[in-house]
């Protein structure tokens, strides 16, 4: 019996569906950088006496600001 959304596969090699699974990993990879980009800003956003309060400074949070940049 065919899955109605069968025409979405693509074969792979071991003759298996492999689609769906790469868009599931792709839905959920763009998941994990938007809830890093939201952690970002929310860091960016505290002050730094919280900052500090979380053992961190301005400079810790700009370095990983910018390596965020080099990686999207």
Not at 30 to 36: C, P
Not at 56 to 70: F, G, I, M, P, T
Request: net charge neutral; charged share 30%.
């Amino acid at each position: 019996m065919n899955c109605p959304d069968d025409y979405l596969s693509l074969p792979t090699p071991r003759g298996g569906v492999e689609f769906r699974g790469l868009l599931t990993r792709l839905l959920d990879a763009q998941a994990a950088w938007a809830e890093r980009i939201r952690q970002h800003r929310v860091l960016a956003a505290l002050d730094d006496r919280l900052l500090a309060d979380i053992g961190l400074d301005r400079a810790a949070v700009s370095k990983a600001e910018a390596r965020l940049l080099w990686i999207l």
